[in-house]
């Protein structure tokens, strides 16, 4: 995973002194307002990314906080629904993401990508790969 970066820290807030450990994954290799270059690549990356997550929220920023991060978002929810062996639609979890924030996934290139993601997934699933 040559495109993706992990960085430890910990954060402190100045007025009380509590701090919280974090882990900050970064995916280097994704254009602003485009698509990365490998699915597979993405797909690792968020695997990695669920898995270097286990208690605590999850923060999720682009530049903008709407293209790149909409559809990471996208496909971290398609991931706990096929996890769950619950039915999925993109185009309402699109829908939905949409509702909270305006402009989540910015171009069809990017909204292609997340069915992209999602087909090649399934597909590894059902070859048994």
């Known amino acids: 995973m040559g495109t993706t970066c992990l960085h430890p820290g910990r954060l402190q807030q100045s007025l009380t002194g509590t701090s919280h ?13 485009g698509t990365p270059a490998s699915v597979d690549g993405f797909i690792k990356y968020v695997r990695f990314a669920r898995k270097s997550h ?3 929220p999850i923060l999720v920023h682009c530049s ?3 293209g790149r991060t909409g559809v ?9 629904a096929i996890e769950k062996n619950f039915p999925f639609n993109i185009r309402n979890i699109v829908a939905q993401m949409r509702e909270q924030r305006y402009g989540m ?12 993601v999602v ?7 059902l070859t048994f790969d």
């Open 21 to 33: 450990f974090v882990k900050h994954v970064q995916f280097t290799n994704w254009p602003d307002h």
């Open 54 to 56: 286990l208690t605590g």
């Open 64 to 66: 903008a906080g709407v």
């Open 72 to 80: 990471f978002l996208c496909v971290d929810v398609v991931f706990c």
């Open 105 to 116: 996934i910015q171009t069809k290139e990017q909204y292609f990508f997340c069915y992209k």
């Open 119 to 125: 087909l090649e997934v399934l597909q590894k699933l």
